[in-house]
């Protein structure tokens, strides 16, 4: 199989300009050490929180509570709350090329978010 395709789309996908917002944001985000150190929490029981729904156990409510909390500190700053929105559009369209992808390969992989 040729990869010099993949190594275009690689650096087509650093080129757009839903990752140059996302670059950007990061690294602005990321210096705050408040901000960085909020944003670790958030993805760590972000990820807890999704996995014990998706094994079925209830999610501790002191999780969710935090995790509220952290979310709205984070969705309240002018920065970081652009640099979530600016990484959910970025997690979108690589979504939709890895669908493309899993279609041109004729694939059934069931990915989260994937009709």
């Known amino acids: 199989m040729e990869y010099s395709s993949a190594h275009r789309l ?3 996908i650093r080129a757009s300009e839903e990752y140059q917002t ?6 602005r985000v990321m210096a705050d050490e408040t901000t960085a ?12 929180i999704q996995m014990t ?3 079925g156990h209830p999610v501790d409510e002191q999780d969710m509570q935090r995790f509220q909390g952290i979310m709205s500190l984070l969705f309240a700053g002018g920065e ?3 640099f979530l929105l600016a990484e959910m559009r970025l997690q979108q369209a690589l ?3 890895n669908r493309i992808i899993l279609e041109a390969a004729d694939l059934e992989i069931p990915l989260p978010g994937m009709n």
């Open 37 to 48: 150190a909020l944003l670790k929490e958030y993805r760590k029981l972000q990820v807890s």
């Open 10 to 12: 690689a650096a087509d």
């Open 53 to 55: 729904t998706v094994s």
């Open 22 to 27: 996302y670059h950007a944001l990061k690294e």
């Open 80 to 82: 970081s709350s652009q």
């Open 95 to 97: 979504a939709d090329i």
